[in-house]
């Protein structure tokens, strides 16, 4: 069975992928996957594998009767959103650069591509000019931005003003090169709409 697209998913009423086990281990604190599954009809092996990478990460412990229960138990909260986790435990970073440049965007309200380059790239991770300047030019199109001075190739870039703050998550670029916003669960541009 193929994933549904993230625009078509975020539509449904029940809470799905590791979003909607987060929010039932949150809610129930002390659980086992069967109430999970029951609660959310999140597939068997999606739950499996997020408790198993929530338990590397140091999330989730298997409570003092799981032997007889199979009961686990939220021992670290990340807050509303899930956590992002490798098998082994450790933090995935993709993505964190789009985040970065979003937030970038939201406190600056008028910048550069090389001013939100510089302003999101950390210890950890790198956001490219280009990068920037990709996002940039895909959020015009999706009216995120508006342009307030115009690039001189070789000279200067564009300089864009903020105008659309829909909430803390950033939209996101997909394959189809349509912007979806999973703050407002819609898709915001795709190529060929009326600009």
């Known amino acids: 069975m193929t994933r549904k697209p993230v625009d078509q998913l975020n539509k449904e009423q029940k809470p799905q992928g590791q979003d909607g086990v987060w929010e039932e281990i949150r ?24 408790v198993k990478r929530l338990m590397a990460g140091g999330y989730v412990e298997e409570h003092a009767t799981f032997a007889e229960t199979g009961r686990y138990v939220l021992v670290r ?4 959103h899930s956590p992002r986790i490798r098998p082994n435990g450790q933090p995935v970073t993709q993505g964190k650069g789009t985040e970065n ?14 001013d ?59 394959r189809v090169k349509q ?3 999973p703050n407002i669960c819609e898709v915001t541009y795709y190529p060929g709409a009326a600009q």
């Not at 959310?40 to 594998?49: A, G, H, S, W, Y």
């Not at 909260?77 to 509303?80: E, L």
């Not at 440049?101 to 309200?109: C, F, G, L």
């Not at 000019?129 to 115009?150: F, G, H, N, P, W």
Request: with cysteine.
């Open 116 to 174: 939100i380059a510089l302003h999101s790239t950390t210890d950890s991770v790198s956001v490219t000019e280009d990068t920037a300047k990709k996002y940039c030019s895909m959020l015009l199109k999706a009216q995120y931005l508006r342009v307030i001075q115009k690039a001189v190739p070789g000279k200067r870039q564009a300089t864009y003003k903020f105008v659309r703050n829909t909430g803390p998550l950033p939209p996101q670029i997909q």
């Open 101 to 114: 440049m979003w937030r970038s965007m939201r406190m600056m309200k008028q910048f550069t591509p090389r």
């Open 77 to 80: 909260d990340a807050g509303v």
């Open 179 to 181: 912007v979806f916003d």
């Open 27 to 50: 809610r129930l604190n002390i659980f086992t996957k069967r109430e999970i599954h029951e609660r959310t009809d999140i597939p068997n092996k999606t739950i499996t594998d997020y």
